[in-house]
């Protein structure tokens, strides 16, 4: 049995979970594949026996960048098996719940539909920080639950959380909210005078939304407020309403592939 697990993450707890489930897996011989829906690469679903999506929510829906790779992918008529997860700083969001009915509607057997509370990597713009041993709880819980879901696959077993259509359509409501006010909220996004122009934030920023003028990095309009840049930035220089952020996903980040 092999599967593939398509993510997109903005600032790693998405491909933390993603790694936590591959790990699940290969406790029961089972080999996943992971693929970043940013890559180019071609979509190959027939070569596997299931298939999984994981993506985080932004303000109760999936990115802009998931809606897109799934108008990509191909509708099937075999119904493969699939697990969709959302990761967010709530219990749980509808946004999952959004996605399976995206990708029921191209033939796919949602098996398992599950939220799994990670970090708040937006808890400067909304929400609170948490300390490092509420951190650490979260942490120890969504691991349990991603071991709890993939043995309940593994026994062909059901689970359908967040089925709540009202709330799935004031998430969509939502989310349309963010992505109109989105050229106006990145615009909080500045490097400091600090930045010492590594390209890091540039090279993989999924917009290519981040050029270098005259000495500082500039933040464009296609922002999708994914974070990233901020994480990511070596010497934390980059600002949200000119205030440094403490950068509490930094070992998380370090889990995508970056471009060096
Ligand atoms: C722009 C934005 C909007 C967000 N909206 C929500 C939300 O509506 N509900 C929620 O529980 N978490 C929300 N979050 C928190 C993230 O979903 C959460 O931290 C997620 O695990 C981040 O995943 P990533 O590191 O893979 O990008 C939001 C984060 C961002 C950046």
Redesign the pocket.
């Known amino acids: 049995m092999k599967g593939v697990l398509y993510y997109f993450?903005?600032?790693?707890?998405?491909?933390w979970v993603a790694n936590k489930i591959k790990e699940n897996f290969r406790y029961y011989g089972v080999d996943i594949s992971l693929i970043n829906m940013e890559s180019e690469q071609p979509i190959n679903i027939k070569c596997y026996d299931f298939m999984i999506i994981g993506s985080?929510?932004?303000?109760?829906t999936e990115p802009k960048i998931v809606s897109n790779f799934f108008r990509k992918l191909p509708n099937v008529k075999k119904k493969i098996k699939t697990i969709v997860y959302s990761?967010?700083?709530?219990k749980s969001?509808s946004a999952v719940l959004s996605m399976a009915k995206s990708l029921t509607e191209k033939g796919y057997d949602i098996f398992i539909q599950t939220s799994i509370k990670?970090?708040?990597?937006?808890y400067f713009?909304l929400g609170k920080k948490s300390s490092l041993e509420e951190e650490s709880q979260v942490l120890i819980k969504s691991s349990e639950k991603v071991k709890k879901v993939i043995k309940l696959f593994m026994e062909n077993k059901r689970l359908k959380e967040c089925n709540s259509n009202i709330r799935m359509k004031f998430g969509r409501v939502?989310g349309k909210f963010?992505r109109n006010s989105l050229p106006r909220v990145s615009k909080n996004i500045t490097s400091s005078e600090e930045c010492m122009k590594c390209g890091l934030c540039l090279r993989n920023c999924p917009k290519s939304n981040i050029t270098f003028e005259n000495g500082h990095a500039i933040f464009h309009s296609q922002c999708m407020?994914?974070?990233r840049c901020i994480y990511i930035c070596p010497i934390n220089a980059i600002r949200y309403k000119g205030k440094k952020i403490d950068q509490i996903?930094k070992n998380?980040i370090k889990m995508l592939n970056l471009i060096k």
């Open positions: 993450s903005g600032t790693g707890n998405t491909m985080p929510v932004h303000s109760g990761t967010q700083s709530g969001s990670m970090p708040n990597n937006r713009i939502y963010l407020l994914c974070l996903q998380r």
